[in-house]
């Protein structure tokens, strides 16, 4: 296999590593800064970032808030249902 074709192979890869999205759905339960600290605390989000994803999460009802390979969206959903979040692993097909 030539340099390209390893490169363009690794690519593939890499795309379908990343075709899953995590999305976080609108309760009545959880507060907003317990929304946000938990997007900062288990999706890596800077404060900005999830005050914005918690707004559009409140006002939309959902808002994709990470994605990644499928082990990894499916290791933060659990965390967020752990607390007491509502999250699913979507495939982004």
Known sequence: MSGT???EALEVVI???QKYALILYNDDVN???HVINCLIKICGHISS???QCANIVHYKGRCQVSDGSLKEMQ???VALLDEKLSAKVEDKK
């Open 49 to 51: 970032q999830a005050e």
């Open 15 to 17: 795309e379908n590593d």
């Open 5 to 7: 074709q390893l490169d």
């Open 31 to 33: 507060t907003f800064e």
């Open 75 to 77: 290791k933060q959903c």
